[in-house]
Structure formats: C-alpha cells, structure tokens
C-alpha cells in the first residue's frame, strides 16, 4: 500500500480493534495499543483469554462481533497481532463486522487471506506496524 494510503487510513480512522493485545506492558501490543490511544485513536481490545477484563482502560472482548455488539462502534482499523496462520479467521470476522481494514503487524502476512480481505473491499496492510507508521508520517 503506498504511502499516501496508509496516511489517508491513519487520518480517517477513529476505532481501531487489536486482536492479540495482552495486558503485559512489556509486550509490543500494549505498547501499541497505548501509543494509538494516546493519539487519539478508540481501541477495542479483542483476546478471548482476556475477555471480560480491562486493558488500557478498556474492555476486553473474545472477538471482533462481541465489540462491535457491545460499543455499537464501526471498526475502522483491524490491527493483527497474532501468528500469519491465525489470520484467516480474523479476516472472517473483520467481513463479518464491516471493518475498513485489515493490518497485519511486523512479519505478519497471509497472502490468502489479504485476497480473501481485499475482494470483500477491506483495505490490507501487512507487515507494518501501525505505531512505526503513525509516528513516521505524523
């Protein structure tokens, strides 16, 4: 995705669900996560373990139907943090919930499920981080 996009996705996003995030400081999610609220951005916490419990402030949920059932939010931004094979589903999901777009963290891809994303209209972003990103054109 060239540069301009990701620069237009960052401006117009508001809600950004985070698949993975763990409530340890030290792990790259939190720190993400934390580095986006504080930019202004609505994150959704989404972790099954976690479900029920609060991450950065807010309520964690199992997965990406339970948030958006809860808040009444429209998810602009799914960012991935989970394994390349794990990408599939969560891709079914952000479809399901009429997420803008899909964005795998750093190594993360799946080319087949970008194709799956992509052919729904859902914008792909793999192997950026949306921290890096952020910071870089911001």
Not at 56 to 75: F, P, Q, R, S, W
Not at 133 to 138: D, G, M
Request: proline share 4%.
């Amino acid at each position: 995705m060239q540069t301009t996009s990701i620069k237009n996705l960052l401006q117009s996003a508001k809600t950004i669900a985070l698949v993975g995030l763990s409530p340890k400081p030290e792990r790259a999610s939190y720190e993400v996560a934390g580095y986006l609220q504080q930019h202004g951005y609505r994150i959704l916490p989404i972790n099954p373990s976690q479900a029920g419990g609060v991450i950065l402030g807010e309520l964690c949920y199992a997965n990406l139907a339970d948030a958006v059932l809860a808040t009444g939010l429209k998810i602009d931004i799914v960012d991935c943090f989970r394994k390349s094979e794990d990408i599939p589903p969560i891709v079914d999901q952000a479809i399901a919930v009429g997420a803008s777009c899909v964005w795998m963290q750093l190594d993360i891809t799946n080319e087949a499920a970008a194709k799956r994303a992509e052919a729904a209209g859902l914008q792909v972003i793999m192997d950026k981080c949306t921290k890096i990103e952020h910071a870089r054109l911001f």
